[in-house]
């Protein structure tokens, strides 16, 4: 169990740039949760895969977002034309289905779009 | 819709003292409940839970019990340490089925001096 990666960690962009984020989850976890979190608030969730399926999406979610989970494994997190309301903390988290133990977190990406 | 509320920050404590944090929800139904922790420069931890009416979730001398008549899940510790010193989030998820994605607070910043 190494734990949830997220790369990078840090990305600045300039606005009406793209980026794009990567989660590697816990190897066996078969779900995948985004989520975002700004200054001073708890995390919002955005999105969750089911193994390569995505499954929810949250109204947050506007059309410049697109994730994406390809054979189930790590997942992607684009955001196309960034804009300033776009920096915040990006976190990932895995999970087995109805586990006791619950999401595993990953660090997050920072985001800044100046 | 689903929602959590938490006390607000920052709470400045001196070691050994006690601690509580409060945290009520609102929800259609029976939601498990979490506290999560993050310290500095880490990814969110869970730090206990509870997952129905008068469980109660303990953890490294945390201990929060779920009150259904109050909807409160009320972080207490008897003693704080330094090592303490973390952001504390309470969340909601429902775990039987569907998405299981959690809800969170705004979390409650915790500084315990020496």
């Known amino acids: 169990d190494t734990g949830v990666s997220q790369n990078p960690r840090h990305k600045i962009t300039k606005r009406g740039q793209n980026v794009t984020f990567r989660c590697d989850p816990i190897s066996e976890h078969n779900r995948l949760y985004w989520y975002r979190q700004t200054l001073g608030q708890g995390p919002e969730f955005l999105t969750y895969?089911?193994?390569?399926?995505?499954?929810?999406k949250s109204r947050l979610l506007s059309d410049r977002f697109s994730a994406e989970r390809p054979k189930g494994s790590f997942s992607t997190l684009e955001i196309q034309r960034t804009e300033q309301g776009d920096s915040a903390m990006y976190l990932c988290?895995?999970?087995?289905?109805?586990?006791?133990?619950?999401?595993?977190f990953g660090p997050g990406t920072r985001l800044t779009v100046t | 819709g689903d929602s959590v509320t938490q006390m607000e920050g920052p709470v400045t404590l001196s070691e050994e003292a006690f601690l509580t944090i409060n945290c009520t929800y609102t929800a259609t139904g029976y939601p498990s409940l979490f506290w999560y922790v993050q310290y500095p420069g880490e990814g969110l931890q869970l730090l206990l839970k509870?997952?129905?009416?008068?469980d109660k979730g303990s953890n490294k001398g945390f201990e929060a019990t779920y009150r259904k008549e109050t909807t409160s899940f009320h972080l207490e510790k008897g003693s704080v340490q330094v090592s303490d010193s973390a952001v504390y989030f309470c969340a909601l998820s429902f775990t039987q089925g569907g998405s299981e994605k959690l809800v969170f607070g705004k979390g409650t910043k915790l500084t315990v001096n020496p």
């Open positions: 509870a997952t129905k009416a008068d």
């Open positions: 988290a895995s999970s087995l289905v109805s586990s006791e133990k619950g999401q595993y």
């Open positions: 895969f089911q193994n390569e399926a995505q499954l929810e």
